[in-house]
DNA sequence: TAATTTATACCGACTAGTTGGTATAACATG
DNA sequence: CATGTTATACCAACTAGTCGGTATAAATTA
C-alpha cells in the first residue's frame, strides 16, 4: 500500500476542532484549515468530499471520544464507591477534576454546533442527542436508587436532576468564556454535586441530639 | 428633516437578531441581513459602519432588554415575598413561566457570539459579562441572607449556587436544541429551583413527630 | 408664502478579495 | 504499473464594503 493517509486526516481532524472551537466552524475558511494542517487543497479535497461532511465527522468523533471518557468514568466510579449516590457524586468530582487545569479554551463542539444553523444538521443533532443521552440516562437510573433508599428532600424531578449535569457543564463553558474565567467549569460540577448531596441528604431524624 | 431612520435601523436589528439566532451571525451574510430587512445596501451602511459594529450594537441592545427584565422580575419578586429565600425560588418559578411556551427556536445571543471568535470581542466580552453579573450578585446577596436565617443542609459555595442560574439558563438552551425540546429549559429551572429548597430546607429539627 | 438651502436617509451598481469546490497532473509505494 | 495520496492551477459564486447619486422634509430666507 501507499502511504497511510489517516495521518492526514486525523491532522485534518484535529486542526479543525481546534479552529471550531477558537472561532467557531463555520466562521472557519477551508484555507485556514488546510493552512494549519499544513496540507494542499488537494490532499484535503481527497479525504473530505465536502465541508459539511468535515463538519458532520468532526462531531462523530467528537461523540465517540465522549462515550469513551462516559464509559471509563462511569466504570471507575462504580469500582470506587457501591453506593449510587456516592457514584454520581464521585463522577463530579473526576468532571471537575478533568477541568482543573485546562489551559487551552475550554467548550463544546456540540454547542458551537448548535448554535451555527449551518453546521447543525438532523444527522449531527443526533449525534450529539445520543451521546448526551447516554450519560443521562446512567445518572438518572443511579439517582432513582439512591431515592430509593432514601427520598429527596424535596420532591423533584430526578430526570432533570440527570440531564443537569450536562447543562453545568455547557453553561459553564459559557460563562468561563464571558467572564474569562476558565476555573468556573470545575467550580459549577461542584456547586452541583455538593447540591446533590443536599438533596439526598437523610433528614435529620427525630431522635434526640447525638 | 427627513424621514426616522431608527424604525430602519430597529429593524435591521431585529432582523439580525433573529438570523443570528437561527444560523449564528458569523455564517448570516450582510446580504441576508438586508434582504430580510428589506433594504439595500446603501441603507444598511448608513447605519452601521460595518458588520462588526453591528455584531457589538446588537449584542449592547440584548444586554440593555436583559437588565430591564433584570430589574422588573427582581422587583415584582420583591414584592411578592419578603423571604430571601422565596424570593430567589420565586424568580426561578418566572424564568421557567417565561420560557412555558415559546414556539421560537429559543437561545441566547452572548452564548452564540462566545462561540464566534470574530464577534467575540473583548468589548462584547464585557457587555455580555457586565450583563450576566448583575443577576449573579443579586442572587448570591439573597442567598446570603437565607444562609444567615438557616444554613444550607452542606457547606457549599453560595456564589456558584447563584451563578448557576445562568448555567442553568445557557446550559439549558443548548440541551433543548440539541434535543428538540424547548420545554426543557423551563423544566431544568424548576429543578435547580428546587434544589435550591433542598438545600436550604430546615433540618428537621428534634422535636417528636408531630 | 414660495423658493432655496441643508442635513438626513436611502438606493443600487460596482469592486477587490475570499469562498467552497473542481480538474488534472505528479508522486509515492507496494 | 496500479492504487492511494498530494500538489498546482483554476473557477464561479459570494463576501464585505464603496461610491456617486437621489429622495425627503425641516429650516432659512426673500
Redesign the interface.
Known amino acids: 500500500m501507499p502511504r497511510d493517509g489517516t495521518i492526514t486526516r486525523t491532522r485534518i481532524l484535529d486542526a479543525t476542532l481546534a479552529l471550531a472551537m477558537?472561532?467557531?466552524l463555520?466562521?472557519t475558511s477551508l484555507d485556514e484549515i488546510i493552512a494549519k494542517t499544513g496540507i494542499t487543497k488537494g490532499a484535503f479535497f481527497y479525504h473530505f468530499k465536502n465541508k459539511n461532511e468535515l463538519a458532520i465527522t468532526l462531531v462523530r468523533r467528537f461523540a465517540e471520544q465522549d462515550h469513551e471518557i462516559y464509559k471509563t468514568a462511569t466504570a471507575r466510579v462504580e469500582t470506587l464507591s457501591r453506593d449510587p449516590l456516592q457514584q454520581v457524586l464521585l463522577l463530579c468530582g473526576l468532571g471537575a477534576e478533568l477541568f482543573k487545569e485546562v489551559p487551552e479554551n475550554p467548550?463544546?463542539l456540540?454547542?458551537?454546533y448548535?448554535?451555527?444553523?449551518?453546521l447543525?444538521s438532523e444527522e449531527a443533532?443526533q449525534v450529539?442527542?445520543v451521546a448526551?443521552k447516554e450519560w443521562a440516562d446512567w445518572i438518572e437510573a443511579k439517582l432513582k436508587q439512591a431515592a430509593k433508599k432514601n427520598p429527596?428532600?424535596?420532591?423533584?424531578?430526578l430526570r432533570?436532576?440527570a440531564?443537569?449535569f450536562?447543562?453545568?457543564?455547557?453553561?459553564?463553558f459559557?460563562?468561563a468564556?464571558?467572564?474569562?474565567q476558565p476555573d468556573?467549569i470545575a467550580?459549577?460540577v461542584?456547586?452541583?454535586r455538593?447540591?446533590?448531596?443536599?438533596?439526598f441528604?437523610p433528614?435529620?431524624?427525630?431522635?434526640?441530639?447525638r
Do not use: H
Request: aromatic share 8%.
Open positions: 477558537e472561532k467557531g463555520a466562521a467548550g463544546c456540540m454547542a458551537s448548535c448554535y451555527q444553523g449551518d447543525w443533532r450529539c442527542e448526551l429527596p428532600a424535596v420532591p423533584v424531578d432533570q436532576v440531564e443537569m450536562q447543562v453545568i457543564f455547557e453553561g459553564a459559557i460563562l468564556r464571558t467572564y474569562n468556573i467550580r459549577q461542584l456547586a452541583y455538593d447540591m446533590l448531596e443536599a438533596l441528604k433528614a435529620a431524624k427525630p431522635r434526640r441530639s
